[in-house]
């Protein structure tokens, strides 16, 4: 399997499967002098974590990182930090009766096809637990930008099914299991989420993420657009099926006139573009949404096929999400903190003695 890597000059390599015994990476390109110990890692993975409420797979995982390398005396090398999560709850017999069998809506087929050969506990490398991975990396990530640049990222859950939030507080996303943005309407969510578990059934969702204090000129004009990249990143997280960058689809609607971002001596008056203009940040916060599809692992029967070429109906046990945006906000946001860092250490290189240039807008 090849395409295990992502980024440029800062280089997330992930590895390991949902049910081995450990998953990890290594990162490459994180510049060195970085303060940086195992104990920093806890918060994040703690928010992505399944188990966390009853509102998701109920796999405990304790997600206690080891720092291989690249960190000496608490400070990062610039050398690869290399990264290992030992796996200590999978239940691989849950995934016995569909060993041979295609579950619809997952990659065991598409995986099949391509390699001949596939892990079926737990969906393999498909499964979501790869992502706890990409979280860690964007730890190292976020403290550069934040002690560099003052970039903070942040994220929520914008809709889940037909439901969303009837106000906006992101005082409230922390402080519930939804990272819903409402306070009022955590108890409908609750009472919703556990009609789905009841019908053994699932639903999409919507995560919104924003970076503020973002400096004008990352990106690349062509090939390397910042939002191009991004979109990529995006796209990657299991179950994705859809991205926006700032106004996304609604731009279909929109005159020229209303949408584009007009600039004024005190700073634009609108963000319609998602902080990125030309494939370049404009010094706006930086806006993107993704839709993720009902997760397939649910108890309504479904037809599918077996290895054998015989038709045959399948049910899903074992623990799963009944929706797995209710935990995509911080992978969300994990992979904007990524891409950033990326183009930051990209945009250093090359323009880095650029400087400020006049007119710098708010």
Known sequence: MSSNSFGKLFTVTTFGESHGPAIGCVVDGCPPGLALDA????????????????????????????????????RTTGT????????TDPRSKDYGDIAQTFRPGHADYTYWQKYGIRDPRGGGRSSARETTMRVAAAVIARKWLAQRHGVRVR??????????PASFDWDAVEANPFFWPCAAQVPELEQY???????????????????EGVPPGWGEPIYGKLDGDLAAALMSINAVKGVEIGDGFAVVEQRGSTHRDEMCLDG???N??????????????????????????ILVPGRSVNLA????????????????????????????????????????????????VAPRLA
């Open 193 to 211: 989420v556990n009609a789905l578990r009841k019908a053994g059934d699932s639903v999409g969702a919507r995560v919104n993420v924003v970076a």
């Open 39 to 74: 104990g920093e890692f806890s918060h994040d993975l703690a928010r992505r974590a399944t188990g966390r409420s009853r509102y998701t797979s109920q796999r405990h995982e304790a997600d206690a990182v080891e720092i291989l390398s690249g960190v000496y005396e608490g």
């Open 272 to 297: 319609h573009a998602g902080g990125i203009l030309g494939g370049i940040s404009s010094g706006q916060p930086v806006t993107a949404s993704l839709a993720l599809k009902p997760t397939s692992s």
């Open 268 to 270: 634009f008056t609108s």
């Open 309 to 356: 070429g015989e038709a045959v109906e399948v049910v899903t046990k074992g623990r799963h999400d009944p929706c797995v945006g209710i935990r995509a906000t911080p992978i969300a946001e994990a992979m904007l903190v990524l891409v950033l860092m990326d183009h930051a250490l990209r945009h250093r290189a090359q323009c880095g003695d650029v400087g400020v």
């Open 155 to 164: 994220g929520y859950l914008a809709q889940i099914g037909e439901l969303v």
């Open 80 to 87: 690869p930090i290399a990264l290992l999560i030992r796996n």
